[in-house]
């Protein structure tokens, strides 16, 4: 009983570390991406390609609201958009548009373009929708940001090969430029992103988030053995991860930003409850 305890702790500690690295690697160890005004001409012509490539991608029909269209349209006005060198060599341009009022909901669009071929108009390959959660936060910023993302299906899994990226690379910049927020934590809706996802197969979607660093905060336990399994080049189960879908009810995952943000930040000395009473 005092063994499996103790292993318990130790997996709940590699796993803190684990998401201390992510967060200081991954997002506060990278060059700050700035976001500029866009003129209002430029960001409708932007957006005008996006929906055109958009309907054009494979299995989007029903997928993309098209009155996400429609909102960006009437704050195109309040556009910005940066650029960030790929690891490859490439250049992804950054389109930020609010589909609310005092960018509380937007989108970042994502277009990828070869610098070494003056002829490359870009290509669009995907989004994150975001959400703001202000709470008591001050001015410009949010107790919570909720993400959604999704790379177009030609452009996964490096099936493009002029301009190397990973969805991974792609979404960790929309987490930087995000975090100008300063919010205390990153969700992501566990139903339409990881337990009925239509942009994937659930479980690969489910080892998608534990990866990045996040877990269903009823099942944390099972969800830091996961993840560090995975840290450790370990596989995972289909029936293991089938059984933290099944046990957890969180409406959201969570990457808890304010535990991690200073470098020395001390791992928990207790096993995290795993909701089920146990």
Known sequence: ???????AIQTARRAHQERARIWHHDILGQREIRLYPLGTSQAAAELSRFARELWQMPNMAGYFDHHHIANMREHQHQAEHGFATLPGGGILEILS???LPNHVMGFHLFSVF????ESDGGRVIGYTIWSLETGAAGFGQAEAVRMAFDIFPPYREHRYHKVAFTNHTIYNISRRILYRHKPQRFLVDARSQISETRS?????????????????????????SCLDRLTRHQAVSP???????????A????????QYLQPSAAAPRELPGDGTGE
């Open 114 to 117: 070869d610098p070494k071929d």
């Open 239 to 249: 029936r293991t991860l089938r059984r933290l879908l099944r046990l957890s009810h």
């Open 1 to 7: 009983m005092a063994a499996n305890l103790q292993r």
């Open 97 to 99: 548009i609010p589909t």
């Open 251 to 258: 409406t959201f995952w969570i990457f808890p930003v304010e």
């Open 200 to 224: 994937g197969r659930v479980l690969k979607r489910a080892i998608y988030y534990l990866k990045r660093g996040y877990y269903p905060p009823d099942q944390q336990a099972l969800a830091d």
